[in-house]
């Protein structure tokens, strides 16, 4: 029996097809495909430009320094951002040359607690950096309310929610820059890759040109997608601009293979997203009834979760570990995940010291969290195996008790 896996990749004819037009047309760096994903993207979060870039992280990176750069922002900067997150978030707050301070979470929702967010504001403080972890939109309105307050701008880490909404809007529009991954276990997948998104046209010209090299040509004609045809811009200056480096740079793109799986993907995106939504549905109808255990996801009704994974926390760990309940599933073919352990990273402990005690929450969900799979690849058989397991484990345990 195949593992229950808790990511998954749909290559469906549409993907092979898009691919292979890409490798018949000889390009292979970016070109048609890869603006039409960034478009495409964009659109489907109500922003103006996507920003296609080689990762999750370097997309956060870049959004990071885009900011940095418009805002002159220093090194004593700080950033907010969540105490439960994929290391990439805060990772890349620090690669920009800034601070991450941290936030505890909401118990229930794992997101940023925005009743904690006031007190970590020092006159140091430039940003928020909401998380919409596993799917669920945060407290936008709150985050905005607050960055309204104190003049700080919101970079949105939507790497694991394409397409959640928040009161009715997508997420990555209510930020001034956001990053998204697409590696595999994301919602939707380049391979590997990422999106960065914005409404702003000077974010956009800065991220653009810092994803390939520090270039002065921004102009998404020249720059890459269409250099057969002549810009008169180009030769204007002394160098051609598309040669002329104005910042220092990196090499962050992706390529035509890329794009393509990308536009294949965002034309699957709805059966891939309410295939999360019902598979959710069922794991949350199917373990309803063992809710004094485990904490099922919760959330608000103005909102659409868009289930990356599926979180599962113990409430009594006295019962029973996580390490138990975790090793019992892994024995039985289906995968699991840590719920994204940060503060105590070997890494984080070297920089940061022993500071997970002072975010309890976060303590709590790092002791007793973990996911399993709830994506578009999963069959009703597998998805019920998950709750019989999981009952499995329980009677058993209850039984020992
Ligand atoms: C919340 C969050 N931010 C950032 C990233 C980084 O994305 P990537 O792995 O594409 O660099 C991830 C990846 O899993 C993530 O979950």
New binding site residues.
């Given amino acids: 029996m195949n593992k229950i896996g808790v990511g998954y990749a749909l290559i469906t004819d549409l993907e092979k097809k898009y691919v292979n037009m890409a490798l018949d047309s000889g390009r292979l760096s970016p070109g048609p495909f890869v603006q039409k994903f960034e478009k495409k993207f964009a659109e489907m979060h109500k922003q103006k430009y996507g920003i296609a870039c080689n990762?999750?992280?370097?997309s956060?990176h870049v959004a990071l320094e885009a900011l940095k750069e418009k805002y002159s922002w220093d090194q004593n900067s700080e950033v907010l951002v969540p105490a439960i997150?994929?290391i990439?978030?805060s990772n890349a707050v620090m690669h920009a040359g800034m601070k991450p301070v941290f936030v505890d979470v909401d118990s229930r929702t794992y997101n940023i607690d925005t009743k904690l967010i006031e007190e970590k504001i020092t006159e140091n403080t430039v940003a928020i950096m909401p998380?919409h972890?596993f799917g669920q939109p945060c407290e936008m309105d709150s985050i905005v309310k607050i960055a309204t307050k104190y003049g700080l701008k919101i970079v949105e880490?939507c790497?694991?929610a394409h397409f959640a909404v928040y009161k009715g809007r997508p997420v990555a529009s209510f930020s001034n820059i956001a990053?998204s991954?697409?590696?595999v276990?994301?919602t939707i997948t380049t391979g590997?890759?990422?999106v960065i998104t914005t409404d702003d046209t000077n974010l956009a010209e800065i991220a653009r040109s810092l994803i390939a090299h520090g270039r002065a040509c921004t102009c998404e004609n020249c720059i890459a997608y269409n250099s057969k045809q002549v810009c008169k811009l180009r030769m204007q200056t002394e160098m051609d601009r598309r040669f002329m480096m104005i910042r220092l740079g990196y090499s962050y793109r992706i390529g035509e293979l890329e794009g393509a799986l990308g536009v294949a993907q965002l034309e699957n995106k709805d059966f891939i997203i309410n295939t999360r939504k019902a598979n959710a549905k069922i794991l949350t109808d199917g373990l309803k009834d063992v809710e004094q255990y485990l904490q099922l996801p919760y959330y608000p009704e103005y909102v659409e979760h868009s289930f990356m994974m599926y979180p599962l926390v113990i409430k009594d760990d006295k019962a029973f570990t996580r390490n138990e309940i975790v090793k019992y599933l892994e024995q039985n073919n289906i995968e699991t995940r840590p719920m994204?352990p940060l503060l105590n990273q070997p890494i984080y402990k070297e920089i940061f010291g022993d500071i997970e005690k002072d975010y309890p929450v976060a303590q709590w969900i790092n002791n007793n969290g973990f996911y399993v799979g709830c994506h578009h690849g999963l069959s009703k058989e597998e998805l019920n195996m998950i709750i019989k397991t999981i009952h499995a484990f329980l009677e058993n345990r209850i039984k020992d008790k």
């Fill in positions: 990762s999750g992280t370097s956060l997150t994929f990439a978030t998380v972890t880490d790497a694991e990053g991954s697409t590696y276990a994301h590997i890759g990422g994204l």
